[in-house]
């Protein structure tokens, strides 16, 4: 065996020991292990759900568009296609939606007294 060779396995002892006495630490990372699983797990039921619900508004569109760029995009920043053309796409259902709903509060039944009235 070769000096590299040997000071290699020794290397490798000894991290694989160090490895053996921190239970607890392998204890918590199993734990966060299990509980990011859970978390995709939620993620997922919750994502089929938006896919199966179908949407009712422009904001429901863009809720789905959101969504999707969320969970696919590498980053929130990504200029590869298709994210930033999907990103622009949202930004243009965000500005459409916001055109055509009327303000918070008021719906079209409250409006329409005043136009009578006039």
Excluded at 17 to 32: G, L, M, Q
Excluded at 76 to 97: H, M
Excluded at 98 to 104: E, G, K, N, Q, V
Aim: charged content about 25%; some cysteine.
């Amino acid at each position: 065996m070769s000096d590299s060779s040997a000071h290699q396995q020794r290397i490798e002892t000894r991290l694989l020991k160090s490895a053996d006495t921190r239970p607890e630490r392998d204890a918590a990372y199993n734990e966060a292990l299990e509980a990011e699983d859970c978390a995709a797990i939620a993620e997922d039921e919750a994502a089929a759900a938006l896919w199966s619900t179908p949407a009712e508004s422009v904001a429901g569109v863009a809720a789905k568009l959101d969504a999707i760029l969320n969970r696919g995009q590498p980053s929130p920043t990504s200029p590869d296609e298709p994210w930033s053309q999907l990103r622009i796409i949202l930004a243009d259902l965000l500005r459409i939606e916001a055109t055509l709903d009327p303000p918070r509060g008021s719906t079209a039944g409250e409006r329409q007294p005043a136009l009578q009235n006039g």
